[in-house]
């Protein structure tokens, strides 16, 4: 069982930054790839970014370029650095997480979910 709490969420003028953090509790979280995942109102939920167990990272196109995942396994956190934020980054923002050996930014991949911060941008 994995544990999954966000922080870090806020309101932020276009052109800021913010720093998201998934702090997890539970067993082995080394072993776990973590995403992260974000949802509009009125849209589907849509993985922007993950990190693999030994590092590995990937990012959807829409954030390519001004977000940055890292993982602290000492501290079992993962971090979403995001930068040059746009109104349309404007979400609920949660992290997951998996044991499978799957490297997928599709949500249903993910058994573990944190309960999500808000992300406001405003013009």
């Known amino acids: 069982q994995l544990q999954l709490v966000e922080s870090g969420g806020g309101l932020v003028q276009s052109g800021g930054s913010l720093r998201l953090s998934c702090a997890a509790s539970?067993?082995?979280?080394?072993?776990?790839?973590i995403g992260w995942f974000r949802q509009a109102p009125g849209k589907e939920r849509e993985g922007i970014s993950y990190?693999?167990?030994?590092?590995?990272?990937k990012y959807a196109d829409s954030v390519k370029g001004r977000f940055t995942i890292s993982r602290d396994n000492a501290k079992n956190t993962v971090y979403l650095q995001m930068n040059s934020l746009k109104p349309e980054d404007t979400a609920i923002y949660y992290c997951?997480?998996?044991?499978?050996?799957?490297?997928?930014?599709?949500?249903?991949?993910?058994?573990?979910w944190g309960q999500g911060t808000q992300v406001t941008v405003s013009s």
């Open positions: 997951a997480g998996s044991s499978a050996s799957i490297w997928t930014l599709t949500s249903s991949a993910y058994p573990y």
């Open positions: 990190v693999s167990s030994g590092g590995y990272t």
């Open positions: 539970g067993f082995f979280f080394d072993h776990y790839i």
